[in-house]
């Protein structure tokens, strides 16, 4: 009797907490699109007269990508293990029927959607970033590009991985995304560790 008490109280305990809808995600998504965009403009406008200030902006801007990313990444793991309780709560005989946390096909599309767009606008930005190199290494910004670029690629592949594991009616179309996100933070990661 305890025992069914306490599973009954977990699976409640865990329902109540707020798991991220699909607009949230997308937000989320959006708003790491937005500073991508952000980024790539001041990256874009860096010249040989400004690259002293400007070239601390891009690198600070990629630090505010990866905090953002990594807010995300746990709020996503959140939801996974409240899935996960649930799960647990499931197997131990309670009498209650998991309600299913995932998303809607037409909310899984709409991930996918802000995800292809991050990807294109993130893509940009490092583009930019790889054409503004030798401006860049005039003035010794190489190695903390390239230290901020690896732990952006470790960010960006987590918070990619989470998004996938949500979105399996479009993880294939996800998952091209993805790596070819990866290609492109490996060919600025090259250029910068040069």
């Known amino acids: ?29 959006d708003a790491i699109t937005q500073k991508s965009a952000e980024t790539k403009d001041v990256a874009h406008s860096i010249t040989v007269l400004n690259a002293l200030n400007k070239g601390p902006l891009v690198i600070n801007d990629f630090k505010d990508i990866i905090t953002l990313a990594t807010n995300d990444i746990t709020a996503m793991n959140s939801k996974r293990s409240e899935e996960a309780a649930l799960d647990s709560v499931a197997a131990l005989g309670s009498q209650k029927k998991r309600q299913s ?22 893509q940009d930005l490092l583009r930019v970033v790889i054409g503004k190199h030798g ?50 933070l490996k060919d600025a990661e090259t250029t910068y560790s040069n």
């Open 1 to 29: 009797m305890r025992f069914t008490l306490i599973a009954s109280a977990l699976a409640l305990a865990v329902g109540t907490n707020a798991a991220m809808s699909a607009s949230e995600v997308q937000s989320n998504i």
């Open 101 to 122: 946390v995932g998303y809607s096909a037409v909310e899984q599309q709409g991930i996918c959607n802000a995800f292809r767009s991050f990807v294109e606008v993130h």
């Open 135 to 184: 401006i860049l290494s005039t003035f010794s910004f190489t190695k903390p590009i390239a230290t901020v670029l690896q732990t952006l690629e470790g960010g960006v592949d987590k918070l990619a991985f989470g998004i996938i594991d949500t979105v399996p009616t479009c993880a294939q179309d996800a998952t091209q995304n993805k790596n070819a996100l990866d290609q492109t």
